[in-house]
């Protein structure tokens, strides 16, 4: 699994994380000719090498041409529907075109819960001037490029001080990025400037799937994207582009766990609801038992299924047990992957599962239903059964 990982130490913002990208790999020839496609006129990038307390990276700037600046960078006022036609009308892939939109989105959500106001009726100020569109739809440009599996984020430096803006002096960090970073790890005052601007916050509150501080994959490039200060560190975006063999032998996929106790059910009735709980889709159904208020026996009846069927397994648990309520959350569920072989045997062939993890071979287990089916129809002990199917397992996986 390849993954993008942005370490946010110095903070960042849209025209650092284009030259990280740059740094990393993306290619400059490329990420021009894509921005070409927003048919948007009057700036060009300027792409060289810089060095900040000694580390060299890439810095990306966009320059506004003389005769197009004035109205464009001071401000020409935009807003979410402007943009949303720029990037619909451009040749853009329709994955640039969501992640650059989706962007978009959530600063124009934040803005309009600053102001008050609904999300059509906020304009942009910063954020709709060129370059902070070049900085947006410049970084879904270089995400579709590198295709990461996943992209994880570190705790997000903000910085201190005040900055001015189209609204006038407002203090660090500016209430837009504090708006988008809502539920995310974040720290101040390493540095008296902004070190995370709005547009630089929505890209990674966008796109991150896990903001996590531990490195946990293989780093195989390096990118740094130098920022326009230099104080007491390094003014730079690092990026990560790494690869977890680990994860490409599991599978993750979020389920639901619904469960309600019981103490007052018939139990002749829960082999009846539980064979309709797996013909509704449920993944998994247990009993665990219990002591309920004045010491009664009870049992806990939960039942693991995908997000998609929960609406006919509510269905199910109020239809055919006494619980009058229900309890649910959502869980990540993790599953090796895996596949299915067949072993002939001198009684007949036996479905086997084979599960592997970072490309080894871990666990075979032969189907149960095979193994008993063979051990009544030859009159021989079910244990011989599975020692006779594991004994050609071993001799086939040698």
Do not use: W
């Amino acid at each position: 699994m390849k993954i993008l990982y942005y370490d946010c130490f110095a903070g960042i913002s849209g025209d650092m994380n284009l030259g990280a990208m740059v740094d990393l790999g993306v290619k400059s020839e490329y990420l021009e000719s894509e921005l070409k496609k927003l048919n948007i006129k009057g700036y060009e990038l300027k792409i060289s090498k810089d060095k900040r307390k000694g580390i060299t990276g890439t810095k990306v700037d966009v320059i506004i041409k003389t005769g197009h600046g004035s109205k464009e960078h001071n401000h020409e006022h935009r807003n979410l529907e402007n943009i949303r036609k720029i990037i619909n009308k451009s040749s853009l892939n329709d994955n640039i075109k969501k992640i650059s939109l989706n962007i978009f989105t959530k600063v124009a959500e934040a803005e309009a819960v600053i102001h008050g106001k609904k999300i059509n009726e906020i304009f942009f100020h910063e954020v709709g001037a060129v370059d902070s569109i070049v900085d947006i739809v410049g970084a879904a440009i270089c995400m579709d490029y590198l295709k990461p599996d996943r992209i994880y984020c570190s705790t997000i430096e903000l910085g201190g001080g005040f900055v001015d803006c189209a609204h006038g002096t407002l203090p660090v960090p500016a209430p837009a990025s504090v708006e988008i970073l809502k539920g995310k790890p974040v720290r101040t005052g390493t540095v008296n400037y902004e070190a995370a601007t709005p547009t630089g916050a929505a890209i990674v509150a966008t796109c991150a799937d896990k903001f996590t501080d531990h490195i946990d994959f293989t780093i195989e490039k390096t990118g740094y994207g130098i920022g326009n200060m230099d104080e007491n560190i390094p003014n730079v975006l690092r990026v990560y582009l790494g690869h977890d063999a680990a994860t490409e032998s599991t599978e993750r996929i979020s389920s639901l766990i619904i469960e309600c106790n019981i103490d007052d059910m018939n139990p002749e009735f829960y082999d009846f609801t539980i064979d309709s709980l797996f013909n509704a889709g449920a993944r998994d159904v247990y009993i665990t038992p219990i002591i309920m208020k004045k010491s009664r026996p009870a049992v806990t009846l939960s039942v693991l299924c995908d997000i998609d069927s929960e609406k006919q397994i509510e269905e199910i648990l109020f239809r055919e047990t006494s619980s009058l309520g229900l309890r649910k959350h959502i869980v990540e569920k993790i599953m090796l992957n895996r596949k299915t072989e067949y072993i002939k045997t001198e009684y007949g062939e036996v479905k086997v599962k084979t599960a592997f993890y970072r490309d080894k071979l871990i666990k075979s287990k032969p189907e149960y239903e095979d193994c008993i089916k063979i051990a009544k129809e030859k009159n021989i002990p079910l244990g011989e059964v599975y020692k006779m199917v594991e004994k050609l397992l071993n001799k086939k996986h040698e």
